[in-house]
C-alpha cells in the first residue's frame, strides 16, 4: 500500500515538475511498471538522443531502490549492453547509496548526470572505461556514433513550403515527432 500511495505522489510530480530533459509515465494499469526516456544533455557525446528507459518498482519500494535499465542502447562504460545501469543510488548499502529519501526523479537525474559524467573508476563495461581514460576522443566518437544510430529520431514529416517552417516550428514538430514515435515504441517495449 505504501508503494502506491508514494508511486502516485511522484508521478504526479513528475508530471507536473518534471526534471529538465526527463520525462516518466506509468504503463497501461500497472503501477510497478513505469517508462522514462531522457534526453541527451549538451555538450556531451549523447546530445541529440532521446534515451528510453524501464522502472520497475519493487513491492518493498521505497525500502528497496527501483530496477531500472536502458531500452536504447549506449555506449557508456557505466552501462552494459543489456541496459544495465551501475550507479551507488540504483543499491541497497552497504555497497550502494540508496535511501527512502531518494525517489524515481532523483534518481533519474542522476542516471542523466552519470551519462553527462561517466565514472570510469566503477565500470560495468571494462573495455569502455578504458577507451574513457586513456583514449577519450576515440571514446566520444564511438558514443557519438551509437547515439546517432540508436538514439536519434529521424525526422519524417516536416511540411515544406509552410509559412510557419521556420527553424523553431522545424525544431518543435520534430520534437513532438520524436516524443509520440518513442512514446509509441516504449509502450510497446515496456508492457
Known amino acids: ?13 513528475l508530471s507536473t515538475e518534471p526534471p529538465p530533459g526527463i520525462t516518466c509515465w506509468q504503463t ?12 541527451g544533455g549538451a555538450d556531451t557525446p549523447y546530445e541529440g538522443g532521446l534515451f528510453s528507459l524501464e522502472i520497475k518498482v519493487p513491492e518493498r519500494y521505497p525500502f528497496e531502490p527501483p530496477k531500472i535499465r536502458f ?11 543489456s541496459g544495465r545501469i551501475c550507479h551507488d543510488a540504483l543499491k541497497l548499502p ?21 551519462m553527462a559524467e561517466p565514472n570510469p573508476d566503477d565500470p560495468l563495461m571494462a573495455d569502455i572505461s578504458s577507451e574513457f581514460k586513456y583514449n577519450k576522443q576515440l571514446f566520444t566518437e564511438k558514443a557519438k556514433k551509437w547515439t546517432q ?43
Open 28 to 39: 497501461e494499469e500497472r503501477i510497478d511498471e513505469l517508462c522514462a526516456q531522457i534526453v
Open 1 to 13: 500500500m505504501q508503494r502506491a500511495s508514494r508511486l502516485k505522489r511522484e508521478l504526479q510530480m
Open 94 to 114: 552497504p555497497k550502494g547509496a540508496w535511501k527512502p529519501s531518494l525517489n524515481i526523479s532523483t534518481v533519474l537525474t542522476s542516471i542523466q548526470l552519470l
Open 149 to 191: 544510430e540508436h538514439a536519434v529520431q529521424k525526422n519524417t514529416g516536416v511540411m515544406e513550403g509552410n509559412k510557419e517552417n521556420n527553424p523553431d516550428q522545424k525544431a518543435l514538430s520534430r520534437k513532438r515527432e520524436a516524443q509520440q514515435e518513442v512514446e509509441a515504441s516504449a509502450k510497446k517495449t515496456c508492457v
Open 71 to 81: 531500452l536504447t542502447p549506449i555506449y557508456h562504460p557505466n552501462i552494459d549492453n
